[in-house]
Every structure is written in structure tokens, then in C-alpha cells.
């Protein structure tokens, strides 16, 4: 009943491997994973502060529309900026052809009531709705801050690409929800910890084919989180969606200031992960919260702090897991003997046969059934 959704998690691996301004030379490589979750973050920021001061936003539409986004691009493969404004330019109807038959293409792996809506959130993704200009301002946001690292070094390369979206982000200067966060120390000092995930690589204690950075990994989740609510909900179990991907896209933020310290390592000793706990609620809160309104910080801080705690805790949890069983799949099948990854996989698997969700269940069913073939 739900194995298109599989089939939608393996397309989205896509994400992980499609970089960003590959026709110029980049100062860091980029792919539309990371690039996703910095567009996604700069949007939960800018909807939190307008629901705060009393403005209307429709979340559960936002956030579906940011998690659906992605997955075409994931059929039309490597089109560049540059490339797809010249197309719609020549030819503007057989570009939206083209695009609603890619988006065509993946809701036939959905159940039928789907179908509408996932349509709509992907093909209207960034129409004059304030929530499509949000998600407008946030992939124009993310798209400035790679060109604006790049440009650092590459600056003949970079100067159009970074004056175009500067132009175009002026646009939005008096869209209430852009005008909230932007002037604001707090959003730069934000931004650094969202650059300081972008080059976190993720088991970087061991020899990579495929490496994921935290900002990459964290989108995945999100993905699959918002996936697992969507199984909830058709099962008739209570989920909240917008609550999951929120929690989701904010569980390794604090991860920016005290590195990637892995489950092993904080079991080691008894107490060790209530002082791990500690630090973080401590860095987070000086480090990077410290001039947010009180408001935002309510809203941001335990979900950073406690993302797996309610049912949607639970099921960012699982999602978590299955991303990093993701990871360990993708190494193996690219030919990378160490042992370390089919152990973790396993391991992982094994603790999510033990929840109590049935998404989570049939999940895990799944992949133990692609996994047949590695030798488990």
C-alpha cells in the first residue's frame, strides 16, 4: 500500500549527489540537499516570526511545499540556473510541460488522495501566496549566501550570479515575514551556525564514497519525517506533520557548535549524556539564541533541544535513523568494504523494529526487503 513512498525516499537520495553551480568553479561544492536545508531554515524563521506578530500562514501547506519541492529535480537531473532561465525565456510553455510531467511522474507513486495536493504543492511550490514568497525569499536567500562564498574566490565567476539574486531579493524587502528577520544580529549569527553544518561531514571517523554533511542529512530527514506522518495519518493516527518536519529540520542545529559527538560516544559512561545535554542547552542559549525575541526562542529552543520527545519526536527519531541506514546502504552499494557501515545498519534497523508506529514498521519491513541481496 505504502511502497511508493520507498520509491520516493530512494529518489530522493538524488539530492545528495546533484551539486550546485557544477558549470563554474566553486570554492565549495554544494549539493541540493544542503542547499534545501538552508532555504528550509530561513523559511521556518520567517513563518514563526509572522504567525508572532499576528499574520496569517498557512504551515502545514508551507512545509509540505518545502519538503515536495525538491523531488522533481530529481528526474530533470543537473539543469543549471542559467540554463532553465534561457529555456523559460524561449520557450515558457514547453519548460511548464515539461515540469508538470516530471511532477506527473512522481505522484504516480502515491496512494490516489494524494495525488491532488502533492501536485499542487510542488507544481504551485512558489506561486503569489505568501507562502510560496516565502519559500521564494528562502531559496533566494540560500542561493545568495553559496554565491557569496563562492565569489570570495571566484569573483569573475560570481559578480552577475550574486548582483542578479541581490536584485531580486530586494523584491521582497517589504514582504512583511523577509522584513521581520532581516537587520537582525541574531539571523548572522544564525546563518553562521547554518554554514558551519553545510561542511560538517557526518562518520567522518571513516572512509566515505558517497560524504553527507549534517545540513544534507538533515533535509533527508525531514523528508522522511514528513513521509512517516503522512503513513500516520492515512493509518488514522494522530500526527501532527508541521510539528515533525519542524522538529526535523531544528534537531542538529546545536550540533553547529558542539560537533557531531555520536550515540556511542555519549553511552559510554553513565551521566555522559546529561552532561552532553547540558552543554548544549548552554551553548545553544548563549551562543546562538541571545537576541532572538523571547517568542522565537520558545518556539525554536526545545525543539532543538528535545526533538524526539511527543509522537512527531518519535517519528524524527525514526527518520533519523533510517537516514543514516540511507548512508550505510549508499556506501556499500558504492563498494565500500568496511565493515563499520553494514554494522551500523543493521544495528539501526534492529532498534526500529522495536517502535511502536506502524510507519516506522512498514518502513523498516521495507528496507529489510531491498536488503536481501547485501548479505545481512
Aim: charged share 25%.
Amino acid at each position: 500500500m505504502f511502497q511508493g513512498y520507498v520509491k520516493l525516499l530512494e529518489l530522493a537520495t538524488n539530492l545528495f549527489t546533484m551539486y550546485r553551480w557544477n558549470n563554474t568553479p566553486t570554492l565549495l561544492r554544494t549539493n541540493e540537499a544542503e542547499n534545501a536545508f538552508i532555504s528550509a531554515q530561513y523559511c521556518l524563521l520567517m513563518s514563526e516570526m509572522a504567525i508572532l506578530k499576528g499574520f496569517e500562514i498557512d504551515q502545514k501547506e508551507l512545509f509540505q511545499r518545502l519538503v515536495l519541492k525538491e523531488l522533481p529535480k530529481c528526474l530533470l537531473s543537473d539543469i543549471s540556473v542559467d540554463t532553465k532561465v534561457l529555456i523559460k525565456s524561449l520557450s515558457p510553455d514547453k519548460w511548464n510541460d515539461v515540469f508538470e510531467k516530471t511532477v506527473e511522474e512522481i505522484i504516480e507513486y502515491l496512494p490516489d488522495e494524494r495525488h491532488d495536493a502533492f501536485y499542487l504543492s510542488m507544481v504551485h511550490s512558489k506561486d503569489n501566496s505568501v507562502e510560496g514568497k516565502i519559500i521564494q525569499t528562502g531559496d533566494l536567500l540560500s542561493a545568495k549566501l553559496e554565491a557569496g562564498l563562492h565569489a570570495r574566490s571566484f569573483p569573475e565567476f560570481f559578480e552577475r550570479p550574486l548582483k542578479d539574486l541581490e536584485a531580486r531579493i530586494k523584491d521582497f524587502e517589504e514582504f512583511d515575514p523577509y522584513r521581520l528577520i532581516t537587520g537582525n544580529n541574531w539571523l548572522s549569527r544564525y546563518t553562521n551556525a547554518l554554514m558551519v553544518l553545510l561542511r560538517a561531514i557526518r562518520w567522518n571517523r571513516l572512509n566515505r564514497n558517497v560524504p553527507t554533511t549534517v545540513a544534507a542529512h538533515s533535509f533527508y530527514v525531514t523528508i522522511i519525517a514528513y513521509i512517516l506522518s503522512c503513513i500516520e495519518e492515512e493509518q488514522g493516527n494522530s500526527v501532527n506533520p508541521v510539528e515533525s518536519v519542524k522538529r526535523a529540520l531544528l534537531h542538529d542545529i546545536p550540533e553547529s557548535m558542539t560537533g557531531d559527538i555520536i550515540t556511542p560516544t555519549k553511552k559510554k559512561v553513565p551521566g555522559f549524556e546529561e552532561v552532553i545535554a547540558q552543554v548544549e542547552e548552554q551553548m545553544v542559549t548563549e551562543n546562538l539564541l541571545d537576541g532572538m525575541p523571547d517568542e522565537l526562542i520558545k518556539e525554536l529552543k526545545f525543539r532543538m533541544l528535545d526533538p524526539f520527545e511527543s509522537v512527531e519526536g518519535k517519528i524524527v527519531w525514526a527518520a533519523d535513523q533510517f537516514a543514516a541506514t540511507v548512508e550505510c546502504l549508499m556506501e556499500i552499494r558504492s563498494g565500500n568494504t568496511q565493515y563499520a557501515f553494514r554494522d551500523a545498519m543493521n544495528r539501526m534497523l534492529d532498534d526500529l523494529s522495536r517502535s511502536d508506529l506502524q510507519s516506522v514498521q512498514f518502513l523498516t519491513k521495507s528496507f529489510r526487503w531491498s536488503l536481501d541481496w547485501t548479505g545481512r
